[in-house]
């Protein structure tokens, strides 16, 4: 049970990203230089592919990718009446939209100064120590924006850092395995939210659609889920959908 963290004080957080260009055609020649050297990292033993091949993995690398959506979800209320708030930060200028986002944060965290700011406040995403949390930390350093004290770790002891992740939590000390929030969820018995496309579609849907609504729906579902395995995770059921709030 995680009853030890105050439930209403951590904000849930999922993003999307997709590459830099919409294929590796696009990409300027310093450009492939550097993506044909991390391929062929990524290639070796691997004679059927090649690095035009694989460039739609580029968006999960932060040198290669950049974000197109961030969805934040924090729930409000007592045991028995909660609710789930979500709000979302998306477009096609990933500037803008990482300091809408780092302004929220900013509002949200300790150092804002409001009543029962001294409260600690807690980020929390599924797999979001290897990837979200520091994802976000070098696309802000990339589009020269600082980085917020809640996700900025530098110098930090590690009880000084208010980081989160639902798959570290569901290993229990075991580090051989690496469970999707969407396998994670099913055996929860928690709804799926992968009714209509998954992470190896938002490229597609973000390039060739051009529908970053269906992208902004589709990440908000996953930041609904994830709070529901932390309920679970508490010993409280998931909430019912007129329980979820859209901003």
Partial sequence: MLSSYPVQNILFLDIETVPQESDYSQLADDWKVLWNGKANILLRNKEEETPETIYERAGIYAEFGKIICISCGVIQGPEG???????????????????????????????????????????????????????????????????????????KKPWEVHHLDTMELWKFGDYKSYTTLNLLAHSLGIPTPKDDIDGSMVAKVYYEEKNIDRIVTYCQKDVITLAHIFLRFMGERPLPAEAVEIK
Avoid at 97 to 102: A, E, I, K, Q
Avoid at 146 to 151: A, G, M, R, Y
């Fill in 81 to 155: 009446n909660r609710k789930l708030v979500i709000k979302s930060f998306a477009g096609s200028d990933e500037k803008e939209l990482l300091r809408n986002f780092s302004e929220m944060l900013a509002k949200w965290s300790p150092s804002a100064g409001r009543p029962g700011s001294n409260e600690p406040k807690y980020l929390c995403a599924h797999n979001g120590k290897e990837f979200d949390f520091p994802y976000i930390c070098r696309r802000l350093i990339i589009n020269y924006l600082p980085i917020p004290i809640l996700l900025n770790i530098a110098g």
